[in-house]
């Protein structure tokens, strides 16, 4: 039986975050990059006026629509199928809009994996794997199987858990003899 | 800690079927009862040519949309949550419209469980819980926890999991020294 690794959405394949700081730019007509978060949710780093807003965000209903793929998901998850059973799972019940999106978004661009292994839900403790790739520390924390803490701006500050920086670095450890997979 | 208790919805908390009964009712003029299926679907017990309406059914987007509740599920459900850490977890990801009625269907009608304690994903396997009480005897195949087999009509030839017959056997079951729940 094949392991299985179970892999989050947002700022771990979807890159929710430039959605966030692309309307940010638009509504407040101020500019942030990714670097300036150092540690912080945008809604932490923002000014208290306008946090409420950008929390507002992921609960319209055109946000999840059409997010761009995070650098080298797309190429790694194809490649990771071959070795592992590969389940998505986002933490959706928050926000009830996004789930026709997700389920699109997984559908185009990872044909690969099935349907059936899409999980939405809202507290991760309840899944059970070998293995999950997360950007949000709080669901690493019950996880019995081993987490991986893919690096987003938000979680620089965190160091519970093993970090990974990028979906090469995930390859490298995940598939550590597989001579496709560039050295780091 | 409390223990957890995951729990499916169609024919095991919602009655799907009795959806599936108007709908063919209407359909194609012949009123099936439950009885008559003895342990078959009903795409299992019509005729051939009326199968792929049959299983058709709960792909279009007004099947799940305000069910009924099975008998003494929502009640069983209240009491049980004191005493349990409930999640609901529904294979809903074959029928992507049924997204969002489930959604406003579990908000409804156990207002007392959290959405953070809901999933909506294929293959149950991926879950971890003390007890999955379910009607599809697949979904028990792979569970690691106590797996409790809800009678329904397609269910009857089953024997390879602990059966309970109504929501009062499983209050039975899971709050032995409960004095408020019937003796069978």
Redesign the interface.
């Known amino acids: 039986m094949k392991k299985?690794l179970?892999i989050d959405m947002d700022e771990t394949i979807a890159d929710s975050l430039s959605r966030q700081l692309e309307w940010y730019g638009r509504d407040a007509s101020h500019d942030v990059t990714p670097d300036q978060l150092k540690g912080r949710h945008l809604h932490q780093f923002v000014t208290q006026e306008h946090a409420p807003m950008v929390r507002a965000y992921p609960h319209h209903q055109d946000f999840f629509h059409d997010l761009p793929l995070l650098e080298g998901a797309q190429d790694a998850l194809l490649k990771l199928s071959e070795t592992y059973d590969i389940?998505i799972a986002s933490a959706?019940?928050?926000f009830?809009h996004s789930?026709?999106p997700k389920?699109d978004w997984l559908r185009r661009h990872f044909p690969f994996i099935?349907?059936?292994?899409?999980?939405?839900?809202?507290?991760k403790s309840?899944?059970?794997?070998d293995y999950l790739i997360e950007d949000t520390p709080q669901h690493l924390e019950g996880f019995?199987g081993q987490g991986l803490l893919l690096t987003a701006p938000h979680n620089l500050n965190e160091n519970r858990f093993r970090r990974i920086n990028s979906w090469t670095e995930v390859l490298a450890i995940l598939l550590p003899g597989d001579q496709s997979v560039p050295a780091r």
Do not use: H, W
Not at 114 to 123: A, E, K, N, Q, V
Not at 126 to 129: C, E, P, T, V
């Open positions: 299985r179970i389940y959706a019940m928050e009830p789930f026709a389920f099935s349907p059936m292994r899409y999980i939405f839900c809202g507290d309840i899944l059970k794997a019995t």
